[in-house]
């Protein structure tokens, strides 16, 4: 139990254009999506925090007009980045925190989707 | 602000033995702490989660210790085989309410075979 899922596993696009991520919970419902990022022999860094219905938290520094975050549904999050430059390549990982109870919040991640801007 | 630190950034031995990865944070109140696995371009796999309260967690050949006072975990793998190379992260999530986790660097491990 307690899967996650990222589509895409990879994405190539041209600068300008905009990408979107999808991330779902499989087999549970998570009222909370994280999104981090993470460059090349860096550690993950949070971007946002998602909660179903709501607005997402972004953390200082990320700007919340181009990396776009829905969270419609328990299963789905998503995260679109607009108008793509090439320092937006990165690996993009997600995770989701199941909502019931005797699970500690753990946190459980998706694999990630490499991103590459041209 | 949290800062997470793993030493060493990277380790190198031969199969079988036993070795420890170390990490520290700078901010006492925390709520949990997770150890994760990476293997090269791929997602993250949990391998131990320990509650504040807790002092250790163990699965199989994994044992994870907290000492949240001093801010520090360590965790301890056994016979080391080469299917454990991979890179170990150490995340910490606040105490203060703050859901999101911070990570270290991670300690890239080589387990030569």
């Known amino acids: 139990g307690a899967v996650v899922s990222q589509h895409p596993s990879w994405v190539i696009c041209k600068s300008g254009t905009s990408v979107k991520i999808e991330c779902r919970s499989l087999d549970f419902q998570a009222t909370t999506m994280f999104w981090y990022r993470q460059f090349p022999k860096q550690s993950l860094m949070l971007m946002a925090t998602s909660n179903e219905g709501s607005k997402a938290t972004y953390e200082q520094g990320v700007e919340k007009d181009k990396f776009l975050i829905n969270h419609a549904s328990l299963t789905l999050s998503t995260l679109t980045v607009t108008s793509a430059h090439p320092e937006d390549s990165s690996f993009y990982i997600c995770?989701?925190?199941?909502?019931?109870?005797?699970?500690?919040?753990?946190?459980?991640f998706g694999p990630g989707t490499r991103l590459t801007v041209l | 602000k949290q800062e997470v630190t793993q030493i060493p950034a990277a380790l190198s031995v031969p199969e079988g033995e036993n070795l420890v990865l170390n990490c520290s944070f700078t901010d006492s109140a925390i709520y949990n702490l997770q150890w994760f696995r990476q293997d090269p371009g791929k997602g993250l796999t949990s391998l131990l989660l320990i509650q504040s309260s807790q002092r250790e967690q163990t699965s199989g050949r994994l044992n994870a210790s907290l000492d949240k006072s001093s801010g520090r975990s360590t965790l301890y793998i056994a016979a080391s085989q080469p299917g454990d190379s991979a890179t170990y992260l150490c995340a910490v999530r606040g105490g203060g309410g703050a859901d999101g986790l911070t990570f270290g660097k991670g300690t890239h491990l080589i387990i030569q075979p």
């Open positions: 995770s989701a925190r199941y909502s019931g109870s005797g699970s500690y919040n753990e946190q459980f």
